[in-house]
């Protein structure tokens, strides 16, 4: 299996459908902040605050973190809403959701995490007034991003508010953020706003993430 090599030590990855899945529980958050501690300098705490700066969450407000890993942007959401609302996370990594839980337990925030993949979202429609995702779309094969974004549009309510953050590539004349767009508005989601976070030099063929928030432009058939 070849590395991503973000958050991603040898062993504890697999395929599943085509998708990268990882399941290092703490190895990860330890890797995640070598790799922002040294490599980019802040710049993925950064890009965490500002896929929830673009949530605009407020109180009472439903939030689904897709690819949710061990939790650290779900709780912190979790954080936002103060007790109000729901912070749920999906991540296919059983080791991911074990160390989401402790953290959770641990910062006291009642984050509610689940087993669960982006293709087979197990909620009721329009369960959601805002979904994340924050790393991992760059984790699917093409066909996967498209029926993940469907059912992403499944579970938001209409006036629900979506955020994906991913990394642009380096040596891609159109880049990344590009495919990110198109995906959106094939999905049926106006992007609304967007947000740039450059790393200063490229790191593994990342120049660095683009975060897109969008709603959705015509109603769920
Ligand atoms: C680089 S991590 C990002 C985790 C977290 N969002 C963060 O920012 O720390 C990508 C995550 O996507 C998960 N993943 C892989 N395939 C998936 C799928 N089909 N559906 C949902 N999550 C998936 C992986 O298991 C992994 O935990």
Not at 35 to 46: A, K, M, N
Not at 111 to 136: C, K, N, P, W, Y
Request: with cysteine; hydrophobic share 40%.
């Amino acid at each position: 299996v070849a590395r991503t090599g973000y958050g991603s030590g040898q062993h504890s990855q697999h395929q599943h459908r085509g998708s990268i899945v990882l399941d290092r529980g703490w190895r990860y958050d330890l890797e995640v902040w070598v790799f922002d501690t040294f490599l980019v300098r802040g710049r993925i705490t950064e890009i965490r605050r500002q896929v929830l700066d673009l949530a605009q969450l407020s109180a009472g407000q439903s939030l689904l973190d897709v690819g949710c890993g061990t939790g650290s942007v779900a709780i912190e959401a979790a954080r936002r809403l103060d007790g109000s609302g729901r912070a749920v996370g999906v991540d296919p990594g059983p080791r991911q959701l074990d160390r989401a839980r402790t953290k959770a337990r641990r910062a006291g925030l009642p984050a509610d995490f689940r087993q669960g993949v982006i293709e087979d979202l197990r909620f009721a429609d329009a369960s959601f007034d805002v979904v994340i995702s924050t790393l991992m779309m760059h984790h699917l094969p093409d066909e996967t991003r498209q029926s993940g974004l469907a059912e992403i549009r499944r579970v938001l309510k209409a006036s629900g508010r979506l955020v994906v953050a991913d990394f642009d590539y380096a040596d891609r004349a159109n880049g990344h953020t590009d495919g990110l767009l198109q995906l959106l508005a094939d999905s049926g989601f106006l992007v609304v706003q967007e947000a740039r976070v450059p790393f200063a030099k490229p790191h593994r063929g990342w120049s660095g993430v683009t975060v897109l928030a969008g709603q959705a432009d015509r109603p769920t058939t």
